[in-house]
């Protein structure tokens, strides 16, 4: 398909919001609905659509946001100009910020119509979701641009989504907020939510890792564009290494789950993802070239995460 310099096509985009990146949110979010519905029988078909949509939507959003930004900071004109999705196509700038403000329109409303339909606490949940997504990506210094991308991006998709996705389902079952005459009274069932923490740890490991992969694919990059990242002021075998950490830290925790009770003995079997995994890792350390390489850390986290959620839907089946 032939594309007219500055006309937006299908491909362009997809290009723009980087559709091929979404798993890093579809997954969290199926991966908290089917939890909801293994360990606690819980299942709200129509707050689950509202929420899918809301996030996919959001995610796109915070994407769009991430290109036209490196567009407007980019120090190194070649970048801008041939590698941008903006500069490359020559797109129209205002059009771009038009397309995000719609995203960001649409999310919006999708996620007041689910604290409707849930819990008001979920309205300054959501916005601090909301805040962090966006100050990722902009402002005068961006979380993605400091030696903080890692852990916003890991904890926000890797817990946040996981959830929320649980917390949809049957909001009093996690959260339940009132007003009784002058006091807001919160209540939280606090082992729930740790154990949701717990459940979550690999996705945040994993996520991480994308995001710290494709900084150290970038570094060279991100070094003339003035982007301070965490490769940037630990290193790059320093980042290998916490790389490493973190792609190994969820096959541990899998080999604990079912010992607290949380996943079935049988889990055990997905081990035999873990072969793949390890040549996933290895690919990445040998070198870290984007166009190459940087795949490995997706690899990895779908494998995973597939895998995860295979384990709870057979276990909700039988």
């Not at 060279?220 to 965490?230: A, G, S, V």
């Amino acid at each position: 398909m032939t594309n007219e310099k500055g006309r937006i096509t299908l491909p362009i985009f997809l290009e723009f919001i980087e559709l091929r990146t979404k798993v890093a949110s579809v997954f969290p979010m199926l991966l908290g609905i089917v939890w909801a519905i293994y360990r606690y029988g819980v299942f709200n078909g129509f707050n689950t659509l509202l929420f899918v949509l809301a996030v996919l939507t959001f995610d796109m959003c915070t994407t769009a946001i991430n290109n036209t930004m490196d567009y407007v900071k980019a120090k190194d004109q070649v970048y801008r100009k041939e590698h941008n999705v903006i500069g490359r196509n020559q797109l129209d700038f205002g059009q771009m910020v038009q397309i995000i403000f719609l995203l960001l329109s649409f999310s919006t409303v999708l996620s007041l119509v689910l604290v409707w339909r849930t819990d008001l606490i979920l309205l300054p949940l959501g916005a601090l979701c909301f805040l962090i997504g966006i100050c990722y990506t902009f402002g005068p210094i961006p979380l993605s641009r400091m030696p903080l991308g890692e852990i916003f991006s890991g904890v926000t998709m890797g817990l946040g989504i996981f959830f929320l996705g649980v917390f949809v389902q049957a909001p009093d079952l996690l959260l339940v907020s009132r007003f009784v005459g002058e006091w807001f009274q919160l209540q939280l069932a606090w082992e729930k939510c740790i154990e949701i923490g717990l459940m979550s740890l690999p996705l945040i490991c994993l996520i991480a890792n994308i995001m710290l992969a494709n900084n150290l694919c970038d570094l060279d990059e991100d070094i003339r564009n003035h982007r301070h990242t965490l490769v940037f002021h630990i290193g790059r075998q320093k980042g290998l290494l916490l790389y490493t950490c973190l792609a190994i830290l969820p096959w541990f925790l899998w080999l604990l789950y079912p010992l607290f009770g949380f996943l079935p003995f049988w889990a055990w079997l997905g081990y035999g993802v873990a072969v793949l995994s390890y040549r996933s890792l290895g690919h990445f350390l040998e070198k870290q070239v984007k166009r190459e390489t940087f795949v490995e850390a997706v690899k990895s986290f779908i494998l995973f995460s597939l895998m995860y959620l295979l384990v709870l839907i057979v276990a909700c089946l039988v």
